[in-house]
């Protein structure tokens, strides 16, 4: 297993801090044929993977 993966409380913070900066707090039906919820989805899930040092695991990261 990716020890990347594993909780603790530096893991916890970078998560919370990650929540806090990618969701959106609420989100309506007109947003999902929005390109810019896309790109910051695509966003979130680079930092995330990185975070986790999973490195590029989706099509749009290489």
Do not use: C
């Not at 603790?8 to 801090?17: G, R, S, V």
């Not at 990650?18 to 309506?28: G, L, M, N, P």
């Not at 993977?49 to 695991?57: E, Q, S």
Request: a negative charge; zero cysteines; charged letters at 25%.
């Amino acid at each position: 297993m990716n020890p990347g993966v594993w909780m603790n409380d530096t893991l916890f913070a970078q998560l919370d801090a990650w929540i806090d900066t990618h969701y959106r707090d609420r989100i309506a039906p007109g947003d999902l044929a929005d390109l810019k919820l896309l790109d910051e989805s695509h966003a979130a899930l680079d930092a995330l993977t990185g975070i986790l040092k999973l490195g590029a695991i989706y099509d749009f990261q290489r």
